[in-house]
């Protein structure tokens, strides 16, 4: 026979995972349209620091941008394996073939080190650009890396050339 | 009102360098004072609140499941507050959105729930949790304040320069893993030689 002592734990265990799935769900379908829009608001105030006064429409995961009308440039968000795991980065194109800028929106480098491909420095770099010289100095290109971390560098550099390669396809 | 419940886990029973628990998360985020003062103020939000929440249910929760209870509670709580973080303040979820997941884990959050929240009144739980947060605070921004200044040669919070470079070489691996448990062990140290703990 099984006793009121033996139900009664598995019981509230039960409830409880019940009712804080339950929470769980209703704040998940509360909060995921706001989440979504407070992404998309940080892509584009990043984009913004890309192209300082353009408007930006979203074409399948391309962005097309332009100011009064005219394009000014195009960008793709890129994503790459870093030396801490995924790196997401964002490069921006000029309509002629050029980088236009790069912008990391999220990576897991280290403190002070290889979190330093982040900073203007080294991403400064990259603009006006083209295919030629995309590599690293000690890999035979023109770009200088961050000291102590090369394989944060080359992560970068990979996603440059890729989104470059791919907005170079895109906008034909 | 015992006072003395609030001031045991600034020194005596500091979680990390006296009951030394949470060191996960510890070593893991102290390579930058920024870093710490983001997890301090996440852990003081969670800790205090759930270990109420859990002081409030303690009645209703079975001595054999207490466990997988506490947990349940601790983790959708978290989640909950960082789905509500991220969708409506996403420049507070930038600077904390990183460390509430970390939390979640934190055997500082569930020790005090086993050990305290679910024995005692709701008002010396308050003061025992907002204890440990002190104590838990004081910690890392100690160990990250050393690692910063002697691996970078400053300290730098949100962007202000606090402490201009002063090392015209810093040893780098003071903020990779190893000046981690090199400070740690240091520090642990003069506390027992102190006989703090």
Redesign the interface.
């Known amino acids: 026979m099984v006793g009121k002592e033996e139900v009664?734990?598995?019981a509230?265990?039960v409830i409880?995972?019940l009712v804080?799935?339950a929470?769980?769900g209703l704040?998940?379908s509360?909060?995921?349209k706001?989440?979504e829009e407070?992404e998309r608001?940080?892509l584009y105030r990043t984009l913004s620091q890309i192209f300082p006064s353009a408007q930006f429409t979203e074409e399948n995961g391309h962005y097309v941008c332009s100011e009064n009308g005219v394009v000014v440039g195009y960008a793709v968000e890129v994503e790459e394996r870093g030396y801490g795991g995924r790196m997401r980065v964002l490069v921006g194109m000029n309509p002629d073939g050029t980088v236009a800028g790069v912008r990391i929106l999220s990576h897991g480098e280290?403190?002070?080190?290889g979190a330093k491909v982040a900073e203007e420095d080294f991403l400064g770099q990259f603009r006006g650009k083209g295919l030629e010289g995309m590599a690293l100095k000690k890999d035979g290109g023109e770009i200088e890396g961050v000291t102590?971390a090369t394989i944060s560098s080359r992560a970068v550099v990979r996603a440059v050339r890729s989104g470059l390669e791919n907005l170079r396809g895109w906008a034909g | 009102m015992k006072l003395q419940e609030f001031t045991k886990g600034i020194l005596r029973k500091n979680p990390v360098l006296g009951l030394v628990l949470g060191l996960c998360p510890t070593l893991a985020i102290t390579?930058?004072v920024e870093?710490a003062l983001g997890m301090s103020l996440a852990f003081t939000f969670v800790i205090v609140l759930s270990n109420l929440l859990i002081s409030l249910l303690k009645r209703?929760?079975?001595?054999?499941?207490r466990i997988?209870?506490f947990i349940?509670?601790i983790a959708?709580f978290v989640?909950?507050v960082e789905?509500?973080i991220?969708?409506?303040s996403?420049s507070l979820?930038?600077q904390l959105g990183i460390f509430l997941p970390l939390i979640t884990v934190n055997c500082i959050v569930l020790g005090r729930a086993e050990a305290f929240a679910s024995k005692r009144p709701v008002s010396e739980t308050l003061l025992d949790t907002l204890g440990m947060s002190v104590g838990f605070s004081l910690s890392i921004l100690v160990i990250s304040f050393l690692r910063?200044l002697f691996?970078?040669g400053k300290i730098v919070v949100f962007g202000h320069q606090v402490i201009p470079g002063i090392l015209s070489s810093p040893a780098?691996g003071m903020?990779?893993p190893p000046g981690a448990f090199l400070v740690m062990g240091i520090l642990l140290a003069l506390m027992k030689k102190a006989r703090v703990v």
């Open positions: 009664k734990p598995v509230v265990l409880t995972c804080w799935g929470l769980l704040t998940h509360a909060t995921e706001r989440i407070a608001a940080e280290t403190p002070g080190l102590g | 390579t930058r870093n209703f929760i079975p001595r054999d499941v997988p209870t349940v509670i959708s989640t909950i789905m509500l991220h969708g409506y996403p979820y930038e910063e691996g970078t780098v903020i990779l």
